[in-house]
């Protein structure tokens, strides 16, 4: 069971990044420029977002359940590199929570009559999803690092 948890939650926080790194290259390639570009970033953010929600909040009730078996497997006896990597892994999520919140701030903006305050908000969306895929890969490497303390 306990590695199924650990697996299930590298997936939800792998499934977050992809998706912000599917997003990043997608506008990218499609040009936010133009009305096209404009038109499909309008179209997929919402979803991106959702899945950005879906898998936070399953990341950290997965976290929660991984942190509970590694207590019963250690009678609640954490070394300090643990707690440290920890508070890392915390504190990496806890800004891709802040950057999920802009994202979505931001897409409300996207449905804006003003195109280049949209194209703003799409230019501010890439920001923010590229900025939660390298936290989330910091998160990963963290993690990775976890199993070993």
Not at 2 to 25: K, M, Q, S, Y
Not at 107 to 114: F, M, W
Request: aromatic share 8%; net charge positive.
């Amino acid at each position: 069971m306990r590695i199924t948890i650990l697996w299930l939650h590298a997936i939800g926080g792998i499934a977050w990044i992809g998706a912000a790194v599917v997003f990043v290259i997608a506008a990218s390639a499609t040009g936010i420029d133009d009305d096209e570009g404009l038109s499909m970033v309008r179209r997929i953010a919402p979803a991106i977002n959702r899945i950005g929600l879906a898998a936070m909040l399953f990341i950290v009730v997965s976290g929660i359940v991984n942190i509970y078996i590694a207590g019963l497997m250690r009678r609640f006896s954490f070394s300090n590199a643990f707690i440290e990597l920890l508070a890392l892994k915390i504190a990496a999520l806890s800004a891709m929570y802040v950057l999920l919140t802009m994202s979505w701030r931001a897409e409300g903006l996207l449905a804006s009559p003003d195109a280049s305050q949209a194209r703003h908000a799409a230019r501010r969306l890439m920001t923010f999803n590229l900025a939660i895929a390298g936290c989330g890969g910091i998160a990963l490497l963290l993690g990775l690092w976890l199993l070993g303390s």
